[in-house]
């Protein structure tokens, strides 16, 4: 897998160097295409037809097999949503929570809100303790405060990888603790899914959320929540209707996974889009991808660590780092960001404990010629 090979497969201008994937990803032209057919399906045959229909039921059956392939579950424990906010607030009203609850969490200050609002409301609201492990600059915790954190809580929850540094959390370690302390684990993997191998089964979580429409390259609106089947039923559907529960009487019953928590959900062009998207990251290999993005990561550091006054934040060692290069500069990055903007170049802004700093997001399809291009413009900018 070559970058000029699969920038063909986007219609992203050749103007733009686009590394802001982090955030929202370009979509190939086969998930555009997917959308626009499944639209055109419904336009010519009618969007509440039988023929429609029946291929909906498969079309939702086959992203979920594909999402089961992702990140190793079985298809039944895949739940369809809107992003991983919409999976990570699946658990946050769905666990039915006491006063003294205890939840392990890493954080505001390096952790995305996605994955830190919804348990301190929890705390302000419910009388939930939230336990806040000591980190780094770079993000990480020290083991032995986990271990000591964990004891008689609830639940921890965390990120795989940094939306800001793009540190990899040690997950698996984390899921290892979560059980010997009879702790639920909740991941929130929007910086991981579709850039590094992810295995549930391995991590030993309970729940996992990440979006269709970061490093997947799939359309927005549409993401995919795991809950372990074994621990289904201790979450309660936030939503209920037609589709996720049955009356029979005057007795209400939820449906079986993963349908008890789909009440609503008609997302279906997203769907199309996104198991066209799955499809082909699947097809290109996260480990070919992972080896892709490392490359245009460390080829952008290099060129960034030359630049006067510029410092980099985040792991030296590839492995415990995902694409993400995020750096200070002499100069606001609000302003850095902004300037690169106007010279076709799309970078990010964002927080560390904070402080603000330049984010590049590198994918698949950019090149290393691509990662000298944004380290000379931003010399000219300076």
Known sequence: MTSPDVRR??????????????????????????????MVKCADEGPDS?????????????????????????????????????????????????????????????????N?????????????????LAIDANGFFEMS??????RGSRLIAMSHALYNTGAIMPVKEAGRIAEENG????????????????????????FMAFPGFKWLCGPTGIGAFYCRKDVSEQLRPPSIGGESATLSGDTLAYNEMPNRFQAGFRNYPGAAGLEAALRYILRLGIDNIRGANIKVANALRQEVS?????????????????????????????FVVRKLAESNIVLAERDIGGRK????????????DEAATVAAEIKRLL
């Open 9 to 38: 497969d986007f219609p992203l201008s050749k103007k733009i160097v686009y590394m802001n994937n982090g955030a929202v990803a370009p979509t190939p032209m086969s998930v555009i295409k997917a959308v626009t057919d499944y």
């Open 50 to 114: 039988q023929s429609v229909s029946e291929y909906t039921t498969s079309l939702l059956n086959e992203l979920r097999t594909r999402i089961s392939h992702l990140i190793n579950c079985n298809r039944d424990e895949v739940v369809l949503t809107q992003s991983t906010t919409d999976g990570i607030n699946l658990v946050a009203n769905g666990l039915r929570w006491n006063r003294g609850d205890a939840i392990v969490v890493r954080g505001g200050s390096h952790e995305h809100y996605a």
């Open 116 to 132: 830190y609002f919804q348990w301190l409301r929890l705390a302000n609201e419910r009388g939930v303790s939230l336990r806040e």
């Open 145 to 150: 405060d986990l271990e000591k954190q964990a």
């Open 183 to 206: 702790a639920l684990f909740c991941i929130d993997a929007a910086q991981s899914a579709g850039t590094i191998r992810i295995d549930v089964k391995e991590i030993g979580c309970h």
């Open 306 to 334: 030359k630049i006067k006054g510029a410092r980099i934040i985040g792991p030296d060692d590839e492995n415990l780092r995902t694409s993400i290069v995020t750096f200070t500069l002499p100069k606001e990055a609000g």
């Open 357 to 368: 700093a330049v984010r590049a997001s590198p994918h698949f399809f950019n090149t290393e």
